[in-house]
């Protein structure tokens, strides 16, 4: 059965403080691995990851995928509280546009 | 671009009554769309994946006679929630995929429809 774990569930920090939130998966067919942020309503998008190696960086956030230990890290410098959110990652997979969503990371930060 | 608009984006009803909730694709066809419906602090569930012009496509433990998906056009996807039950209430996403990408596209989404079963 595919399947997509977050690491911590929840995380609980200050401003200006370093997060990493992890994301591991077992996924057949594997094809892509996403991240998305979503607040109060629809996630939205922030990385698609294909090759393990290469950091997919967006301001603040950084984003990197090891296909071989089938883990992704998504890395978020200098926290603001508008970072506050849940953090979810999803296996994108060969030959159909479904996603395998994780469990999602509940990421707070106070000023 | 790639605005998926999902209507209403919440609804309260009665026990036993049936609910529709639409799903479009505004300024990009889809072939394929997918509902998710998602608990408090738990993350998405994927429910069906709609497919235009064909039957849709439920993932396991999802009862197909509750959940009617049609999708009718490439820019169109319905969830009808038939006879709802307090259970039933939940956050119900859909997202939609630009056709030809398979696992490359990073699925855009409606805003959601919270529904309340009283």
């Known amino acids: 059965e595919d399947k997509v774990v977050q690491s911590p569930l929840s995380l609980v920090v200050h401003e200006g403080d370093t997060v990493t939130l992890n994301c591991s998966y077992e996924v057949t067919n594997f094809r892509s691995l996403l991240w998305y942020k979503q607040e109060k309503k629809a996630p939205t998008f922030l990385f698609m990851l294909?090759?393990?190696?290469i950091e997919k960086k967006s301001g603040r956030l950084s984003s990197i995928l090891d296909k071989k230990e089938l883990f992704s890290i998504l890395n978020i410098t200098a926290t603001q509280t508008g970072d506050s959110a849940v953090y979810l990652c999803a296996g994108g997979l060969y030959n159909t546009d479904k996603l395998i969503f994780g469990t999602g990371t509940r990421l707070q930060v106070f000023p | 671009g790639a605005v998926v608009s999902q209507h209403p984006s919440w609804v309260i009803c009665k026990s036993g009554t049936s609910v529709k909730i639409e799903c479009r694709s505004l300024d990009f066809q889809a072939t394929t769309m997918f509902w998710y419906r998602q608990f408090p602090k738990q993350s998405l569930m994927l429910m069906a994946t709609?497919?235009?012009?064909?039957?849709?496509?439920?993932e396991q433990g999802v009862e197909k006679d509750k959940f009617l998906i049609n999708h009718a056009s490439l820019t169109l996807s319905t969830l009808t929630v038939t006879s709802a039950h307090p259970e039933d209430s939940s956050f119900y996403i859909c997202?939609?995929?630009?056709?030809?990408?398979?696992?490359?596209?990073?699925?855009?989404f409606g805003n959601g429809t919270r529904l309340t079963v009283t």
């Open positions: 709609s497919n235009e012009g064909s039957k849709a496509t439920y």
């Open positions: 997202s939609a995929s630009i056709q030809g990408r398979s696992g490359l596209s990073p699925l855009h």
């Open positions: 294909t090759s393990s190696g």
